[in-house]
Structures are given as structure tokens and as C-alpha cells.
């Protein structure tokens, strides 16, 4: 990709991790990240998501890929909300323990 053409976006040509650490350090609203399997590992893996939203269906397909796959790492997280929606699948609101808060 050389260039994106939505609006208030710019493309992200350095070490993705400089580039999420220094966004975060702005001001304004949160991050938002929606993707499958790839962006949730990829961030998870460099420590940048600090909170995660899933929403899980009750559709059971016998296969498929895990949501954060092999990481080398344990995520610790912390359940912040739950919420039941209609069709029966189910919000989960979690919040990222960092290591230096687990040792506490």
C-alpha cells in the first residue's frame, strides 16, 4: 500500500509499534482495532491493546481459527462488563493486567 485515501487516516510506514505507542500518547479518542485472528495476535504479541471487546456467537462450527492462536506469552486479563444480546451471543469486556500491575 502507498497511500490510503480515508478520511483522517495516514499510513503507518515505520516500526508499527512506535507508530500505535505514539498515537496512544495523544490526545483524543480511543483506538479502535476490528479484525479477526491476525490484528488481535499481532497487537497482543507487542503489548498495544489495552483493553479487548469480544463478542462470542452461539454458532458452533467444529473448526476454525483461535482468536489469539499460539502466543508466547499468558494474557492476563480482567472482565470488566458483560452483556446478553438478543441473538443470544454474548459481549465480553476485558481489560488488560500489564506485569508490573500482577506483581502488586
Known amino acids: ?3 490510503v485515501g480515508w478520511k483522517n487516516a495516514r499510513l503507518a510506514d515505520k516500526d508499527i509499534a512506535k507508530e500505535i505507542g505514539h498515537l496512544k500518547e495523544q490526545p483524543g479518542k480511543d483506538i479502535g482495532v476490528a479484525g479477526g485472528p491476525g490484528p488481535a ?3 497482543s ?3 498495544l491493546i489495552d483493553e479487548y471487546k469480544v463478542t462470542v456467537h452461539p454458532v458452533v462450527l467444529g473448526r476454525g481459527k483461535p ?3 499460539e502466543m508466547d506469552d499468558r494474557l492476563k486479563l480482567k472482565l470488566i462488563r458483560t452483556r446478553t444480546l438478543r ?3 454474548v459481549f465480553l ?3 488488560t493486567i500489564r506485569r508490573s500491575e500482577v506483581s502488586r
Do not use: A, D, P, T
Open 87 to 89: 441473538s443470544g451471543g
Open 45 to 47: 504479541r507487542l503489548g
Open 41 to 43: 495476535r499481532s497487537l
Open 67 to 69: 482468536l489469539f492462536g
Open 93 to 95: 469486556h476485558y481489560e
Open 1 to 3: 500500500m502507498k497511500k
